[in-house]
C-alpha cells in the first residue's frame, strides 16, 4: 500500500517501481516499491540533490516499507555524491528495528563526509512524518 497524496502534487516521477513526488506543502515524498538498482537510485538522487541545490534546503518523507534488496552499485552512488551538499531533514519509515539501526550507521558516516548535517527521525505513518518535518520547516525559517 502507498502513501496516499496530500493536496495537489506539484511535482510527480515514477522512477521504475519507486514514486518520486513534491507536494503543495514542498515536502519531497519518496516511496521505494522493490528493489533497488543503481540507475534507479541514481535518479532518485538527481531529484533528491536537484532540489536540495535550488532551494538551499530540503524535507523529505522517505516511505522505505516495501524495500526489498539494494544493489551493491546503488549503494555506491550515495558516496558518489558532492560532499559541499546543504544539510537537509528526513522523516523515515521503516519496516523494523534492524533497518532503523542500518540507517542511523550510514547517516551517521553521511554526516562526517557533508558539510550539511542529515537531520532525521523515524515515523509509523506519513501524517506523523509530514506534521515533524512542517516543524523543521518552521524552525529552520523555511515557511
Not at 532503523?100 to 558539510?115: S, Y
Amino acid at each position: 500500500m502507498t502513501t496516499p497524496p496530500i493536496g495537489t502534487k506539484t511535482f510527480q516521477r515514477r522512477i521504475g517501481r519507486h514514486d518520486v513526488r513534491v507536494d503543495d506543502d514542498d515536502i519531497l515524498t519518496l516511496i521505494v516499491d522493490g528493489d533497488l538498482r543503481a540507475d534507479e537510485m541514481r535518479e532518485i538522487l538527481r531529484e533528491h540533490d536537484s532540489k536540495l541545490i535550488r532551494d538551499g534546503d530540503l524535507y523529505v518523507v522517505s516511505d522505505l516499507r516495501r524495500l526489498g534488496s539494494v544493489e551493491p552499485e546503488a549503494r555506491h552512488e550515495l558516496g558518489a555524491r558532492s560532499r559541499t551538499l546543504p544539510g537537509y531533514c528526513v522523516a523515515y519509515m521503516v519496516s523494523g528495528f534492524k533497518m532503523k539501526l542500518l540507517l542511523e550507521f550510514i547517516i551517521k558516516a553521511v554526516n562526517v563526509r557533508l558539510t550539511g548535517k542529515v537531520v532525521f527521525r523515524f515515523f509509523d505513518n506519513d501524517a506523523q512524518a509530514r506534521e515533524w518535518l512542517r516543524s523543521m520547516q518552521q524552525q529552520r525559517g523555511r515557511r
